[in-house]
C-alpha cells in the first residue's frame, strides 16, 4: 500500500490543453499520484466534467481533492459574509462530491473585529451548521472538510485553532501546509524532525489516528515577513524555508499515510523532485 501521494495543486504548469479532465493521465505519466483542483477563485466546474475528472483519476489512481476560494470568512461580524462563505462551501463540496475528491481544502476566516477565540467559536458554529446542511440534506457522507493551517497571523489557522475546531466538527479534519506554518511562526518551526513529529503526535493524540489517513498536506518553500506568509517560492530557492527534506524525514519516522500538495510556482516539478526525495525507499510511496 502507498504511505505517501504528491501531486500539484491545481493544473500542472506543462499540461498544455485546456479539458482538466486529461490532467489525471497526464499526472500518472510522469509518476504523480495526486491532484487537488484549485477552485480558489470559485466553483466553476460542471457536474459532467467534474464526474468525467473523476472517472479519469480513478482509473489512473489517482487521489482527489479540491481547494475551496479562497475569499471564505466563517468568522465574519458580517452576517451575510458568513452565509456567503457557507454557501462557497457547500457548492465546493458538491463538486468535490461529483469528481470524488475526498477532502475540500479551505482557510477558516480571520480575527479582524473579534478575539482570537472568539473568531474559533464563530468557525465551529457554521461549520457545525454545513453539519447539517451536507451530512443530512445533501446526504454527502465521503467528503472531508479540511481547515488548512494558514500562513498570516491575521487569519484563524494556526497548528492550535485548527485541532480545535477539528475536535468540534465530526466532519473535520486538518489539512497541514508546512510553508504556512513556517511563516506563521516568523522560521522558527518547522525547523527539525522532531517539530514535525510533535505536530503529528498532536494530531494523533487529540483528534485519532483515522485522521492521517491520510493526512493531507501542502508544501512549498515561502517567504515571510512580520505578519507572516508573503509569497511562495520553488524548491531550489535555498535561501526560503521550511526544508523538504526535514519535513520528509519527520513524516517517514512516524509511518503515516500522507498526500504531499506542492504549491510551488512550478507545481508538479517540485512535487516530483519532493518525490524524489522522500521516496528512496519504494515501499513506501
Known amino acids: 500500500m502507498k504511505r505517501l501521494r504528491f501531486g500539484p495543486a491545481g493544473k500542472p504548469v506543462d499540461y498544455k490543453k485546456s ?3 486529461g490532467v489525471p493521465e497526464f499526472l500518472k505519466n510522469m509518476g504523480l499520484d495526486a491532484f487537488e483542483y484549485e477552485a480558489v477563485r470559485g466553483v ?4 459532467a466534467k467534474a464526474r468525467k475528472l473523476a472517472d479519469e483519476a480513478r482509473k489512473n489512481d489517482v487521489l482527489m481533492s479540491l481547494h475551496a476560494p479562497y475569499y471564505i470568512n466563517l468568522s465574519s461580524k458580517v452576517k451575510e459574509t458568513v452565509e456567503k462563505s457557507k454557501r462557497w462551501i457547500v457548492e465546493a463540496v458538491k ?3 461529483w469528481m ?5 481544502v479551505f482557510h477558516p476566516g480571520y480575527y479582524k473585529g473579534v478575539s482570537q477565540s472568539e473568531a474559533v467559536n464563530m468557525v465551529i458554529k457554521a461549520l457545525n451548521e454545513l453539519n447539517e446542511i451536507i451530512r443530512n440534506q445533501l446526504n454527502i457522507k465521503n467528503v472531508w472538510l479540511g481547515p488548512e493551517t494558514t500562513g498570516k497571523k491575521s487569519q484563524v489557522g494556526s497548528i492550535d485553532e485548527i485541532i480545535e475546531i477539528c475536535k468540534n466538527v465530526n466532519m473535520c479534519r486538518p489539512v497541514i501546509d508546512w510553508a504556512h506554518m513556517y511563516a506563521r511562526s516568523l522560521g522558527m518551526f518547522i525547523t527539525t524532525v522532531d517539530h514535525i513529529i510533535s505536530v503529528i503526535d498532536r494530531i494523533e493524540k487529540e483528534l485519532g489516528s483515522e485522521v492521517l489517513k491520510p493526512l493531507h498536506m501542502h508544501f512549498s518553500r515561502i517567504s515571510f515577513s512580520s505578519g507572516g506568509e508573503r509569497e511562495h517560492h520553488v524548491l531550489s530557492d535555498v535561501g526560503y524555508g521550511p526544508e523538504f527534506r526535514i519535513v520528509c524525514k519527520g513524516l517517514k519516522q512516524v509511518g503515516i499515510e500522507g498526500v504531499i500538495i506542492s504549491e510551488s510556482p512550478v507545481l508538479e516539478k517540485d512535487a516530483l523532485i519532493m518525490k524524489s526525495i522522500c521516496c528512496e525507499e519504494e515501499e513506501y510511496c
Open 100 to 104: 470524488n475528491a475526498y477532502v475540500v
Open 44 to 47: 466553476k466546474i460542471s457536474e
Open 95 to 97: 463538486a468535490a462530491n
Open 19 to 21: 479539458d482538466i479532465t
